[in-house]
């Protein structure tokens, strides 16, 4: 089917071909980017290590908490015991004097509390409460000595300390990100400017069989798709790899048991999760698809709209759009539905992990196998180890498109060039050749399989004009592929000054000729950027001069900031006047040869009238090749190549065309036929 | 973007609804969990607690789990619904506005955007929507549940997390402000960078031609390095976002167990117990706060994005039909004639005339051609027959009903009318030809082989590998452009139309084909009319009457030979095309 119109955006559901392939293309592309990627990569894992022992800090500090709330049973001891020895003196106990009335005191509370509670051994909540409530009761002296005391300064140290880790491994992940951000937009900017400069090594051929939305698809959208991939997938499978690696190996160091459930309940989960991933990529690519066919069907109507309003094919227009419509909806609702589906599992297999270490570590203890601690512990592994599995399964999923674009991007890279050059090291002086032009046999096709211009010999003197005729189709762009070495031709040899242009490089082929194509071509900048274009040393008198030669400077003067005017700020600018400039633009590069479309479609007659003067003056003591749309031009060429279906077919003057009364003739005479 | 929602049916607010209760179902069981969790931790850190009752804490927590993704499950397949119905009600909307806007206003959208209005710009608001909905639920259902469980328990904490959630929401909102007008930055770089590309491949033989290669490689650097540059920095401030919201997490809980243990140090025994269960319980409930004022940060990040969509959106659906249909359907006194009475047309919007005072009559049979350098109106005046535009002031008649007062259909029926760009459809050659609907059956096998014929499509057709049957490309890239056009002409024929308005439609045409099909066409459709717009003399010098156009008024009117004589445009077109023997004058 087809897929969008040119240019047209393709989804970023794609998969890549070859994922490992382009994978590694990609990875071996970063060369340059090794030692940083190194560095954040180092500090990726040191931040990885410190968020493994952090939670084990926390942990501690709610140990000394609780460890503020339990009471001192010694104490207690000691104060019954001086209670006993010596109940009507002053003691001091741990410094602190307890008074006979408080000990009085103490004893009478402890009896209550004792009837209270009964002979059962059980010491339930309810009595917990009530003990503390008694305590809060007793004089001040005996609650200074059996009061439970928080070390407050551990706490402090514990807590300065994980200060500490916590912004160290901030500071460390903002860092990793800093430096990745360079890597990015790095490799991204050297992405293009290896694409803009593979444009210009290209063969034209590449052009004729690509669309440009496609290339400049590929400069923009693969482009950012790779370099956001590598910026969000590589650090999270860097970072949380190293996490989950390093939880799982604390885990199997801790305990094996309690490791191997926690890591069955997490994969649990991922397995559900892979299931789900993998038909919700069916659904996703379906919508992909059905997207495409939708965006040409709207693409279609919108743009022939007046002709589906005259021919009111509105109704089939609709009843495409609602079959198109209603698969979309399908392909939607299922793969939002399943792709929604992956957070909530995860959090259930988090949970789920949580109950089974809980349950497994409470039956350890109780059979002695392991300590307390070891579960508070397995808590924070299992929560470490389950949240970067499913973020590196979704950094993984985000890959494949990424992966997909970076093999659209290299495959331009990897394209074949042109044929190189390197013998050629004989130098062409551009104002030393005469002008004289030869084509000897010359065959071409523009594949093996169809030559279409089969055996063609002319010959041209320097100053001449030759006109090149056919009706719209005929192949009379293949002309100037020719001249200009856009294309080799297969067999014969084109002699310009009896020098082959097989053995001139193509950069000095350009040199020797001035090419001003119908299809005028302006570029973002100034009016006076677009006539000097490329050429070093134009001052603004030659660039005046010029213009008054084709007509241009009454116009130039007309506008807003003159020669300085922006193209794209002024609207006013007609299509004749472009082709005006692009006629000056001819006039800068001053070459012996000279290649001309003369249409002038789009044009008023006054301005037709101005850029014929103009295209006269370009002519003189030019070489020209003039692609003819008008009769005065065929009629005074010296030579006339008529072509049809690529093949020139008829050669020589108008008026030994006309007598062979052939194409050349009818074709001729059928613009005055009824 | 909420005016989009009206579009809802009542389906889909029942969907919202049950979407909402079952996402309340699920905050509150995920609420209810962190009770489970810290008894079970409680169970586990004490000794002696019994193997019954973790299990049974552990079994509840897991119920809880599984009932709140249960609900989770089923708040998305209605929130999916809502998204998908979205779009699928949007769309069509969209599609049927299109259809029903004017010429003009097509043009001005253009089409370019008209189609990213109907595909992208949906997708983006139904993405929001799919995301939000989660999320604008939840955050705000979770935020205060959360905070009421917490609320009223302790001031010092609570202080905490306030602080917290504005450390949070200030970081969230100075990145965005740095970052925002630089994403439209780079946008408009990206589109620069695309623009110095596009000139380099669009004029690629230009470039290669004046050797000019390396300087269109600098010339793409600049903006290259630039959007290189603020693409770093918008990373760079991005970049701070994550650790910083580590920090604040992991800082809000520290500090609630410092304050915890200050707290229960200095406290009385008695409440000791209690600090101690609230902390740890509070420390959890922070979290949830936390997060859910992040997730309605993230919301106002996102919205802004869908805005701008859910805006284009609306921009067209809300535009009005500037075209009315009548209600004309009946048959006609005349047959095949068109006459425009004082016809003027300005575009609504604008000040000077396209067309002013133009009036002239054609007969049944009669060919009247239209002549005029470009911008001269000549295009326009014959849009104005089919009803693309209409008329600022006097009117136009179409077998002597006035074209307002046709129902379109029944006017449309009438003509056959080709565009100076042939519109071509994907499918077959044959589905090109009997394209739309004329009231009658679709046109045989037969109507289509003579159509071709006529329209000197014939022999490119029958050398195609399937003929009738051979499947043409979107926009008819597979063909040329002559083809192109010879098939939107037989297009006209086999609709058998009283009227035929050519606009334009034998430019793309070699003097050859053009000269042919002209004599084909004159033979096969004798009582038919035809309204002929050029640029070629030669196309026209043979019609009955021909009007001259310049700048919108009428210049002349007449034969070939008459305006030979009395108008100067005319000859000067004439003569700017052939010579004087050539003109026969």
């Known amino acids: 089917m087809f897929n969008g119109g040119p240019g047209g955006r393709r989804g970023g559901q794609e998969t ?165 951000a360079r890597v990015t937009a790095g490799f991204a900017r050297d992405l293009r400017n290896r694409i803009s400069h593979k444009v210009n090594q290209l063969p034209l051929r590449y052009f004729d069989r690509n669309q440009i939305g496609d290339t400049l698809s590929r400069v923009t959208n693969d482009v950012d798709s790779v370099s956001s991939s590598i910026d969000n997938s590589f650090s999270t499978i860097i970072g949380d790899g190293s996490l989950l690696l390093g939880s799982l190996a604390m885990m199997l160091i801790t305990n094996w048991i309690m490791a191997v459930v926690a890591i069955v309940s997490s994969l649990f989960g991922f397995v559900f999760m892979a299931a789900i991933l993998k038909k919700s990529q069916k659904y996703f690519m379906q919508r992909q698809v059905e997207l495409g066919n939708m965006n040409a069907h709207i693409e279609e109507v919108y743009s022939g709209i007046a002709v589906v309003k005259a021919y009111d094919g509105k109704e089939t227009a609709d009843r495409k759009f609602n079959k198109l419509n209603k698969k979309i909806r399908n392909a939607n609702l299922h793969s939002q539905f399943l792709s929604g589906l992956m957070h909530p599992i995860m959090a259930f297999t988090g949970n789920l992990g949580y109950v089974a270490v809980c349950v497994t570590g409470a039956i350890l203890t109780m059979n002695g196998m392991i300590s307390f601690g070891v579960i508070i512990a ?120 009896g020098i082959s242009t097989k053995d001139i490089a193509r950069a000095d082929v350009h040199s020797l000729f001035t090419m001003v194509l119908q299809d005028t071509w302006m570029f973002s900048g100034t009016v006076r950027e677009n006539i000097v274009y490329n050429h070093k040393n134009v001052d603004d008198k030659r660039i005046m001069q010029i213009c008054d030669t084709v007509g241009l400077s009454h116009f130039i003067k007309t506008l807003p900031k003159g020669l300085d005017t922006d193209m794209n700020e002024s609207e006013s600018i007609s299509a004749g006047q472009k082709q005006l400039i692009t006629i000056a633009r001819g006039m800068v590069e001053d070459a012996p040869f000279l290649i001309l479309d003369e249409a002038t479609s789009n044009v008023d007659t006054r301005t037709e009238e101005l850029v014929q003067k103009a295209m006269d003056k370009l002519m003189e003591g030019r070489t020209s090749f003039i692609i003819a749309h008008r009769l005065s031009t065929i009629k005074n060429a010296d030579l006339i190549l008529v072509m049809n279906d690529g093949n020139i077919i008829e050669t020589g003057n108008h008026k030994q065309l006309m007598a062979k009364n052939g194409f050349y003739a009818d074709l001729y005479n059928s613009q005055f036929a009824l | 973007m909420f005016k989009l929602f009206k579009n809802f049916h009542k389906k889909d607010f029942l969907f919202i609804a049950l979407a909402i209760l079952f996402i309340a179902g699920q905050v ?18 004490t000794e002696g607690s019994e193997m019954g009752e973790i299990l049974q804490n552990g079994g509840m927590m897991l119920l809880c789990a599984f009932g709140s993704l249960v609900s989770t499950i089923i708040a998305g397949w209605f ?165 910083t919201m580590y920090l604040v997490m992991n800082g809000v809980t520290l500090s609630i167990y410092l304050i915890g243990a200050t707290l229960i140090s200095q406290s009385t025994m008695a409440n000791k117990l209690t600090l101690f269960s609230d902390m740890v319980v509070f420390s959890t409930y922070a979290i949830h706060v936390i997060f859910s004022f992040l997730m309605v940060a993230v919301i106002f990040m996102i919205i802004p994005r869908a805005q701008v969509s859910a805006e284009r959106i609306n921009e067209v659906l809300d535009k009005s039909n500037s075209i009315e249909d009548g209600s004309f359907d009946d048959e006609t006194a005349e047959t095949g004639t068109v006459e425009f009475r004082n016809v003027s047309f300005k575009y609504s919007d604008a000040e000077e005339y396209l067309l002013k005072d133009i009036s002239f009559r054609a007969e049944k049979g009669q060919t009247v051609a239209f002549i005029g350098s470009t911008g001269s109106g000549k295009s326009t ?40 760009k042939a519109v071509i459809f994907s499918g077959t050659v044959s589905s ?29 057709i029958e050398k195609l590998d399937k003929q009738y049957d051979s499947h043409i490309a979107q926009a008819g890239t597979n063909i040329s452009g002559g083809q192109k056009q010879r098939l939107a002409i037989a297009r006209a024929i086999a609709r058998n139309p009283e009227i035929y308005i050519f606009d334009d439609s034998f430019s793309a045409l070699d003097y050859k084909t053009d000269a042919s099909l ?68």
Request: aromatic letters at 8%.
């Open chain 2, 432 to 460: 090109n030809i009997a394209y739309g609907d004329n009231g009658n059956e679709k046109p045989s096998k037969r109507a289509i082989r003579t159509a071709a014929k006529v329209a000197q499509a014939k022999s490119f």
């Open chain 1, 378 to 497: 397995f808590i924070t592994y299992t929560r470490l180890f389950s949240s970067p599995l499913s973020r590196i399964a979704q950094a993984v999923g985000n890959l494949q498109p990424a992966a997909a674009a970076s093999e659209r991007v290299f495959e331009f890279i990897d394209e074949e060039e042109m044929a190189s050059e390197q013998h050629i090291n004989h130098r062409i002086d551009k104002t030393a050749i005469l002008g004289n032009i030869e084509f000897d046999h010359v065959k071409f096709g523009y594949d093996d399989k169809k030559t279409i211009i089969k055996d063609f010999s002319a010959k041209a003197k320097a100053g001449q004009k030759i006109a090149i005729v056919g009706p719209t189709g005929a192949g009379k762009t293949t002309m100037v592929n020719l001249l200009m070495k856009f294309y080799d031709i297969k067999a014969g040899d084109i002699r310009i000054d």
């Open chain 2, 79 to 243: 929130v999916a619904n809502i998204g998908a119905d979205f779009t699928f009600i949007v769309r069509k909307k969209i599609f049927d506005k299109v259809e029903e806007l004017s010429i003009d206003d097509i043009k001005r959208f253009s089409t370019a955007s008209l189609i990213t209005r109907t595909t992208n710009d949906v997708t983006q608001v139904r993405m929001v929507i799919t995301m939000g909905a989660n999320m604008l639920i939840r955050a705000p259902l979770s935020a205060t549940w959360a905070i009421i469980k917490i609320s009223g328990k302790n001031w010092q904490w609570s202080t905490a997390t306030g602080v917290a959630v504005a450390i949070m929401l200030a970081t969230i909102i100075t990145i965005m402000m740095l970052v925002i007008p630089r994403f439209k930055q780079v946008q408009k770089l990206t589109d620069r960078l695309n623009g110095v590309m596009q000139e380099n491949l669009k004029g690629i033989r230009v470039v290669r031609a004046f050797n000019a290669e390396k300087y269109q490689e600098k010339k793409f650097d600049v903006p290259n390095t630039e959007v290189a540059n603020t693409v770093r920095f918008v990373d760079r401030v991005l970049s701070i976002m994550s650790p």
């Open chain 2, 28 to 45: 509150g069981l995920e609420l209810k969990m962190p009770e489970y969790m810290s008894a079970i931790t409680r169970l586990v850190q």
């Open chain 2, 518 to 585: 002209r004599k084909a066409l004159k033979d096969y459709t004798k009582d038919a009319t035809s309204l002929i717009v050029a640029q070629r003399i030669g196309t026209i010098m043979h019609a009955d009457q021909i009007i001259v156009l310049d700048k919108g008024h009428c210049v002349g009117r007449g034969t070939h030979r008459e305006l030979m004589n009395n108008c100067e445009v005319y000859r000067e077109i004439a003569l700017s095309q052939l010579t004087k023997e050539e003109l026969n004058v």
């Open chain 1, 16 to 180: 890549a071909k070859n994922f490992g392939k382009a994978l590694r293309r990609m990875l071996t592309e970063m060369r340059t980017y090794y030692v940083l990627i190194a560095i954040a990569m180092a500090m990726s894992i040191v931040g990885s290590i410190l968020s493994v022992i952090t939670p084990d800090k926390l942990a501690n500090i709610t140990d000394e908490i609780s460890a503020g709330l339990v009471i001192d049973r010694d104490k207690i001891g000691n104060v019954t015991q001086e209670l006993m020895t010596n109940p009507n003196e002053n003691s001091v106990i741990d410094g602190i004097t307890v008074t006979p009335k408080d000990k009085f005191a103490f004893a009478s509370t402890l009896k209550e509390l004792q009837a209270e509670m009964g002979e059962t051994k059980e010491f339930s909540q309810e009595d917990a409460l009530r003990l503390y409530r008694a305590i809060d009761e007793l004089p001040e002296s005996i609650q200074a000595i059996i009061k439970p005391k928080m070390n407050l300064d551990i706490i402090w140290s514990l807590a300065f300390l994980m200060i500490a880790l916590y912004i160290a491994s901030a500071i460390l992940e903002y860092l990793e990100g800093f430096i990745l």
């Open chain 2, 381 to 420: 005046l014959i849009n104005l027959i089919p009803r693309f535009y209409d008329t600022t002031d006097g009117a136009v008649f179409v077998d002597g009903v006035n074209v307002r007062d046709y129902k379109q259909k029944a006017l449309h029926r009438k003509l056959g009318y080709i565009p100076q």
